[in-house]
């Protein structure tokens, strides 16, 4: 019953084309029997010539319809199948190569994203690198908020006895153009330069909770100033439960670094290319002008006083030496 009722065309409009096949048939046979009783002349060869076109138009359209249709509609719903199947197949193929995008905004702001602090949790030696413009605050804020430990250092000081090696960029506040960058985040350069004076207290502390162990552990950790970090914030792991984890912020105008949304980095092509930039400007930093503190697990942590004292008299030229800065970085 359904095999025979799935036979029968479905569609109206095939009735009507059959029906007007029988319409413009009688009308050209009306205008060629019509065009005989005419003078000879323009008119009656018009008539005529329609006529005869209206015909052979009509009894095609009926020989299509009445008996060609049903037959090709058999081979049309067999073409039709074979069509949904190879797209499907395409589909299929196109879909098992996706592999989705190669950088995904994965919050809408970065501050207090959990994923970030997944390294703090760990136990297992693991390879860090983060930049920012003033990443220890940042990081500290976020820890503090979560109580997920007593300090940074006391984090960045237990990891690196667990033997990570960790690599640290913020702003060097020596760098003249730090008032421009505040400017651009629609920040007070007071507010920026505090934010940086937390990150130098922070190295100032972990370098006096890791000269008592000058063998803690066998990882490493390296910490510098910058002045090639005015695009992206940088937070790369490697190891651990996530295997690799890279995040990257933008600096939007007229937004605060912490307040712009977070991206994730899942091409392993596009993770290269980000990793090659951090690692090409943190070989780029001199240790008598830019690093702050180096440690490694087969010698003694070394600090750059020299650069530390300049940086201290530069983020006093901004807090108009306000008792603050000596409770920050001492």
Not at 43 to 48: L, P, S
Not at 111 to 137: D, I, M, N, T
Not at 251 to 272: C, I, M, R
Request: aromatic share 10%; proline share 5%.
């Amino acid at each position: 019953m359904n095999d025979k009722t799935d036979d029968k065309p479905k569609h109206p409009w095939n009735i009507w084309i059959l029906l007007s096949g029988l319409v413009m048939t009688f009308i050209g046979t009306t205008l060629a029997l019509w065009a005989k009783d005419l003078a000879p002349g323009s008119t009656e060869v018009f008539c005529r010539s329609v006529g005869l076109a209206f015909i052979v138009t009509g009894i095609t359209s009926v020989f299509h319809e009445a008996l060609l249709w049903p037959f090709r509609r058999k081979e049309t719903k067999a073409d039709s199948a074979k069509l949904l199947d190879e797209m499907h197949r395409r589909f299929d193929e196109i879909r098992s190569n996706f592999k989705g995008p190669d950088v995904r905004m994965i919050a809408q702001k970065r501050e207090g994203y959990g994923a970030y602090h997944r390294w703090v949790l760990e136990k297992v030696p693991q390879e860090v690198f983060f930049a920012g413009h003033s990443v220890l605050h940042r990081i500290q804020r976020d820890l503090s908020d979560r109580a997920l430990c007593g300090s940074v250092e006391e984090a960045l000081a237990r990891r690196v006895a667990e033997g990570c090696n960790i690599k640290i960029l913020f702003l060097d506040p020596t760098w003249e153009m730090l008032p421009v960058i505040a400017e651009s985040e629609n920040q007070k350069i007071k507010t920026v330069a505090t934010h940086i004076a937390t990150s130098l207290g922070i190295c100032k502390r972990l370098w006096m909770a890791l000269v008592p162990h000058p063998h803690r552990g066998n990882g490493s950790i390296e910490i510098s100033t910058c002045r090639e970090l005015h695009q992206y914030a940088f937070h790369h792991v490697i190891g651990g439960a996530d295997s690799v984890q890279m995040f990257m912020g933008f600096y939007f105008a007229k937004t605060p670094g912490l307040l712009t949304p977070l991206f994730v980095v899942e091409s392993e092509d596009v993770q290269k290319w980000f990793a090659m930039h951090f690692d090409s400007i943190f070989r780029r930093q001199s240790p008598e002008t830019t690093w702050l503190l180096s440690y490694q697990s087969s010698a003694r942590a070394e600090f750059n006083d020299e650069h530390y004292r300049k940086c201290r008299e530069s983020l006093g030229r901004y807090l108009n030496d306000d008792p603050m800065l000596n409770q920050l970085c001492p």
